[in-house]
């Protein structure tokens, strides 16, 4: 059994090359046993469960050549696909994960989630995202035509974008003493969102922090626990 965890992707109809680059790893794995495990921001904006395009069409068919021959995908929301549901993931038989899921790995305890929810210092978006991710609101905004979802998901990216620019490097980073509050009850917490791979050392945890896509490159987790137990963090070219 393989584990293979990724964050960040963003993939849209804009980029390609992220899109042929996703479609090469599920090629790569297809024949490994995998557990594939998405945590946020698979895609640069999901705009509803009824959103139909060529472009996807080509990924939901290389999902279903992927768990049909044995392999599971897994998914976390992210702050640019929170809309996600299980019902575009029973196309490949996907499961939909909690924000914050705990698995265990040979006798490891590993917290996943994408990892925004960590950013505190970032008291206007973690305000915004409590509104935005509001089961009653997002049901509305679920109902609304797709052309209405789509102005409504380019104005929050341009919206997004401007703030960023505003806003510190250090304000837009996970809280430390959010990380240790939490990371004492695991081995390891993984997650992404800050788009600045690396791995920490927290009290003799490891917090490890998936890298976000590029065009011709990404950062991956691959864990075999079989025999000799292995974590291999790397950069990932396609």
Known sequence: M???FISDLHL?????????????????YQDKNTQLYILG???NAWIGDDYTAPWLDE?????????????????????RDFALGQKFL???????????????????????EHGDALCTDDVAYQRFRKVIRNPVLLGFIKRTPLSFRQKLANGFRKKSSQTK???????????????????DQVDYLI??????PEIHQVDNKQRIVLGDWR???????????????HLDFKQWHY
């Open 2 to 4: 393989t584990y293979l």
């Open 12 to 28: 849209s109809p804009d980029h390609p090359r992220l899109v042929r680059g996703f479609l090469a790893l599920l090629q790569q």
């Open 191 to 196: 997650h992404g969102h800050t788009h600045r």
């Open 215 to 229: 065009a011709d490159s990404a950062w991956i987790l691959e864990i075999n626990p079989l025999e000799n137990y």
């Open 41 to 43: 921001d698979w895609f």
């Open 90 to 112: 029973n196309k490949f038989n996907g499961i939909l994960l909690p924000d914050v899921y705990t698995l265990d790995i040979h006798h490891k305890k590993f917290r996943l």
């Open 165 to 183: 620019q505003l806003k510190s490097y250090d304000i837009m980073d996970v809280n430390a003493h959010a990380v240790e509050c939490l990371i």
């Open 59 to 79: 990924i939901i068919q290389a999902l279903q050549s992927f768990t049909n021959d044995g392999n599971q995908v897994y998914f976390q929301v992210g702050n």
